[in-house]
């Protein structure tokens, strides 16, 4: 909970959840925090939970600095309009595994009986 507070106190707006879940519980609802800055402790960390930090940028150069700029990396996801920059993107993270452009749960051309 304390990095929910800090995006919180930082002065994140908190767009979604954040609340328990249930009465008796230690879970939490998912979050998803807007208009964070770079510095803030939650576009900082990588959270274990299910927290979304949104961060808005302007150039893939911006990216990059942020992506590679923090203490974790573990994972990342690429999302570009422009299909012959994300390859390029994805491979200047430094992370984990990085998943581009992937809004499907299945592969596409592929259907779910």
Excluded at 32 to 58: H, W, Y
Excluded at 68 to 90: R, Y
Aim: net charge neutral; aromatic share 8%; hydrophobic share 40%.
């Amino acid at each position: 909970m304390s990095y929910l507070n800090s995006g919180i106190e930082q002065g994140a707006p908190l767009h979604l959840g954040g609340d328990y879940h249930g009465q008796e519980s230690y879970y939490i609802n998912p979050i998803i925090f807007t208009n964070a800055k770079r510095d803030m402790m939650i576009a900082q960390r990588e959270i274990v939970s299910p927290v979304g930090v949104v961060i808005k940028f302007e150039y893939e150069d911006g990216v990059i600095c942020q992506a590679n700029g923090t203490v974790d990396g573990l994972a990342a996801a690429v999302f570009i309009q422009d299909i012959n920059c994300v390859v390029n993107t994805a491979h200047r993270l430094k992370a984990g595994i990085a998943w581009v452009s992937v809004s499907r749960r299945y592969p596409i051309g592929r259907r779910r009986d």
